[in-house]
């Protein structure tokens, strides 16, 4: 079809690099506005208890101090931020925008101070006099499930919500099955981590109203809504604007308290308010993510056939419910059992309160857990009836023959959608990545002593949920030099989409790349949008770049039919030219200099895109120091169509190597009485260029996704789901002569060593 | 308090308060890349080159670099021409939010200027102190390798 330009399929290199190689990448602290005001927050020092007495005084007197903002500023009731979906349950547990009353986190904002320098702000923030009688905080979540005590006054749990996921009949596949095994596992709080901390510009237009919010990322359409309301001005009066965006990873982007009081205090004071969250704040105060505990159970026949699956998820969901704070629980209990044919579920998901910093999401949340809960019980019962890990899973993946297999429905129903897995077949993956990584040539290592080490190899399959609905919009306008600009309602969060939408734009319109500027993430560009979220963008915003140049070609067909006076079926448009069939030309730039030529596009599904993959370890582990090192990994993942290769395998490398952070390393641990025991990336080991050198990524485009008109597949998150499980699995088959199974992350040496001293098997 | 000192070949002469740290000066006051990702010399996205060493100059305060001369990312290519080793960057989609480009850059940049034959090992183990959360590392690994061919020509040509 397309002749012209070939851009989608191909590695082009990234135009955004050449502003960030050289220094010209513009992010919120470079941003500067005259007479601005910078703010400091202040935050609870204690994990749970009721305010007592604020006294700002000393503050006030301090050098360049204007202001300090505190509860009783803020019209009553004090607005709480709302969440992204409907739930029956969650409403009493949503987070005031400042503490008025209970604080029930370390880090939950009390004040604010407003000063003309930053450094002056953060000292008067230090003189901010903060009592607080302090409550018996539940910083364990099974204290919490129990009720002891109640988080919130005229709730009767701590449990904000719970939701089940249950098909076939699990009861009786599970009396009925010759082999079942139960088991418990967890996972330790994390987060996303980006490099750059959180950051906002929020200017007040008194003129006419409006309010301007410098900082956007991943949902600058909700976010503006959401403020908007809090602020009683109409949606259209505010404006989120993105700059470049120091990554995401899901925490990112999300509406959080600060959202509102720099907002807030713009407006009050006329001045242009700025906040740099600094590291040790980024801690307390982004979403927390990741911290789970399963107990869970399953039914095999003797040959390997997974026949039922149950268990309870307990998801400690720190001391409010973000926005986004039920999607790792809903998703835990679809998910776990995702890549496998299984006919019978029965799962149960709580979300429980505790006194920690309030989680969200983080990459594949819900994903990477479930997926090593199951991949890590799929080992276990393997070695216990006898079935190779590896038969295990060819016998139970989906394949091409199960599409479209829908997954395990969730009550209560929380407005995601359609989620049936579209298309694929599980087995291609898991046989390439076998190949790939000489699974059969290192069969021999696996519990093997060598020099010093245990060696061992293990699998993890995997299932990844993209193109999160509901729709995206496009516009396109064709300038009079004929340049085309194309603005989209996706968020740029590092992950290359000024390439990908020109690229898409760019054959589509069947002109040169090097004509396409994008822009995007900004609330003025279109009247509505969504955001970059659940691997979605490129599905999602793309297919409305799609969608807005058939409008545009049909436009420019219509102006070039009146132009040589035929009807608009006689002209053709090709490479950017429209032609009539005597020879007559028309070029776009013509087009638009004839007036403004500018069309939208939306798209709208909600039908989810789901890639595939599986993924194959190599560790050695030090019996004498618990150490791992990671010998080799390979990942292979199908998403349906690649449109750009270069990005796309960054995009799974990246991902891969941050769930190595989650596996060995990364730990946001609190103590008994609520206090993090986290506050630089000194404690917190994100990992370095010296730990994971050996990894392998191939992605194929295999079975193309139904459902969209690129055939792409979301495919920002499918990398570090499968890490914990294809890892631990390793582990286990090189620690396989002293039957240590791990069950619970981090793998740090300090558990691994306890986990084989405490083996049965005689020491080495 | 007044300071004068040199970045990218400029002088620059400035008023500055005592506590203000290198980062934030050239980011606050000189509009050149600060990129603060910790303030703890922890992430190194901050790195800069003062004197031909890479330093974080966020543990550093601006007073300090009086009557030096410092390297920022800007200084890095030639005019709007990226560098060697910029576009080793771009072939290897070394970067992805370009948040910690700008010390992995300068870092580079002064490791190679100094031993441009460096291997794979000392490549890593040199950025070992700057974070990246973005790519895991792999591309700028490599991005290294191949940008090394120019700095050996480079200090070839110094030395003949």
Redesign the interface.
């Known amino acids: 079809m397309r002749t012209v330009n070939t851009y989608i399929g191909r590695p082009i290199?990234?135009v955004?690099?050449?502003?960030?190689?050289?220094?010209?990448?513009r992010?919120i602290?470079?941003l500067?506005r005259e007479g601005q005001w910078h703010a400091a927050i202040v935050r609870s020092p204690v994990a749970f208890g009721r305010i007592a007495r604020i006294d700002a005084a000393p503050a006030l007197k301090m050098p360049g101090v204007c202001a300090v903002i505190t509860a009783p500023d803020i019209s009553q009731p004090i607005p709480t931020i709302p969440f992204r979906r409907k739930n029956p349950t969650i409403a009493p547990y949503a987070q005031p925008i400042i503490a008025a009353d209970y604080v029930r986190y370390v880090g939950e904002p009390v004040a604010v101070v407003l000063a003309t320098g930053v450094?002056l702000a953060e000292d008067a923030a230090q003189e901010v006099i903060i009592e607080i009688n302090a409550l018996t905080p539940c910083v364990d979540w099974r204290a919490s499930a129990a009720g002891r005590p109640l988080l919130f006054p005229g709730t009767a749990t701590n449990i904000a919500s719970t939701f089940t996921a249950q098909c076939g009949d699990a009861a009786a596949a599970f009396a009925a099955a010759p082999y079942t095994r139960r088991e418990r596992f967890s996972v330790q709080r994390h987060t996303a981590?980006?490099?750059?901390?959180r950051g906002l510009l929020a200017e007040w237009h008194a003129g006419d109203g409006r309010l301007t919010v410098c900082g956007a990322a991943k949902l600058p359409f909700f976010n503006r809504r959401a403020l908007a309301g809090m602020m009683g001005l109409p949606e259209t009066s505010v404006d989120y604007i993105e700059l470049?965006?120091?990554?995401?990873?899901g925490a990112r982007g999300e509406f959080y308290p600060e959202d509102f009081l720099v907002a807030f205090a713009a407006r009050k004071f006329g001045h242009p308010i700025k906040w740099?969250e600094?590291?040790r704040e980024h801690f307390m105060a982004i979403g927390h993510a990741r911290q789970m505990d399963a107990d869970i159970e399953i039914a095999c026949q003797t040959d390997g056939t997974v026949v039922a699956m149950r268990g309870t998820m307990h998801v400690d969901i720190g001391a409010y419910v973000r926005p986004n704070g039920m999607t790792p629980v809903r998703n835990v209990i679809q998910f776990t059992a995702a890549p496998y044919r299984i006919p019978n579920l029965d799962f149960t998901g709580h979300g429980v309160l505790t006194n920690k910093t309030p989680a969200g999401t983080y990459r594949g949340p819900g994903r990477f857990e479930g997926c090593f809960f199951c991949e890590r019980m799929i080992d276990i019962a393997a070695r216990e009836i006898g079935v190779a890990p590896l038969e295990m899973r060819r016998r139970n993946l989906l394949t091409d023959q199960d599409m479209p297999y829908a997954l395990v429905g969730i009550a209560p129903e929380d407005g995601f959608g359609d989620t049936e897995c579209d298309s694929g077949d599980y087995r291609v993956t898991l046989e390439r990545c076998l190949e790939e990584f000489g699974w059969d040539d290192k069969k021999a290592l696996a519990g093997t002593l060598r020099d010093g080490r245990y060696h061992g190899i293990g699998i993890g399959c995997f299932i990844e949920g993209g193109a999160s609905g509901p729709g995206e919009s496009a516009r396109i306008e064709v300038t009079s030099d004929g340049k085309v600009d194309v603005y989209v309602g996706s968020s740029a969060?590092?992950?290359?989409i000024e390439t990908i939408m020109a690229q898409i734009a760019a054959d589509a319109l069947e002109i040169p790349m090097d004509d396409v500027r994008v822009l995007h993430g900004s609330t003025n560009y279109l009247k509505q949008g969504y955001g970059s979220y659940g691997s979605r963008a490129t599905v999602m915003g793309g297919s409305a770049v799609v969608a807005a140049v058939e409008d545009m070609l049909k436009c420019f067909r219509d102006i070039a039919a009146r132009k040589f006076s035929i009807v608009a079926d006689d002209v053709s448009v090709s490479g950017g030219v429209a032609r009539a069939r005597d020879g007559r030309a028309m070029t776009l730039a013509e087009a638009a200099a004839a007036g403004v030529l500018t069309c939208e596009g939306t798209f709208t599904s909600d039908k989810r895109t789901y890639t595939y993959g599986t993924a194959a370890a190599h560790v050695a582990v030090d019996p004498k120091t618990g150490s791992v090192q990671l010998l080799d990994y390979v990942v292979v993942d199908d998403v349906g169509r690649v449109i750009n290769p270069?990005?796309l395998?960054?995009q799974v490398?990246?991902a891969?190597?941050?769930g190595f952070g989650s596996v060995f390393s990364e730990n946001l641990l609190y103590d008994a009485d609520g206090q993090l025991l986290v506050g630089?990336?000194?404690d917190y080991q994100?990992?370095?260029?010296?730990d994971?050198?050996h990894?392998r990524a191939i992605t194929l485009a295999r079975f193309p996704a139904p459902h969209n008109p690129l055939g792409a597949k979301g495919a920002g998150e499918g990398g570090i789901i499968p890490v914990g499980g294809a890892v631990t699995n390793a582990i286990a088959s090189a620690l396989s002569a002293f039957n240590v199974q791990p069950t619970d992350l981090p793998l740090t040496p300090p558990r691994l060593w306890d986990l084989i001293q405490r083996s049965r098997a005689p020491t080495p | 308090m007044q300071l004068q000192f040199e970045v990218n070949g400029q002088a620059v002469e400035i008023d500055i308060a005592p506590r203000t740290t290198l980062c934030d000066c050239l980011r606050d006051h000189l509009n050149l890349t600060g990129h603060a990702g910790c303030e703890h010399g922890a992430c190194g996205a901050c790195t800069v080159i003062v004197d031909g060493q890479a330093v974080r100059s966020c543990l550093m305060l601006a007073v300090q670099v009086a009557g030096a001369s410092i390297v920022t990312v800007e200084g890095l290519a030639d005019g709007d021409e990226l560098s060697p080793l910029q576009e080793a960057f771009r072939k290897h989609h070394a970067l992805q939010c370009g948040f910690c480009t700008p010390g992995m850059l300068t870092t580079l940049h002064a490791l190679l200027s100094d031993e441009p034959m460096a291997d794979a090992d000392r490549i890593r183990d040199v950025l070992s102190g700057n974070l990246c959360r973005c790519t895991g590392y792999i591309p700028i690994v490599e991005a290294a390798l191949e940008a090394r061919e120019h700095y050996a020509k480079k200090q070839g040509s110094k030395a003949g």
Request: hydrophobic share 35%.
């Open positions: 290199e990234r955004e690099d050449f502003r960030f190689l050289r220094g010209r990448g992010y602290a470079d500067k450094e981590s980006p490099l750059e901390t470049d965006v120091g990554g995401g990873f740099i600094d590291r969060i590092g992950q290359g270069l990005t395998h960054g490398v990246g891969t190597v941050q630089s990336l000194a994100i990992p370095l260029a010296t994971y050198p990894i």
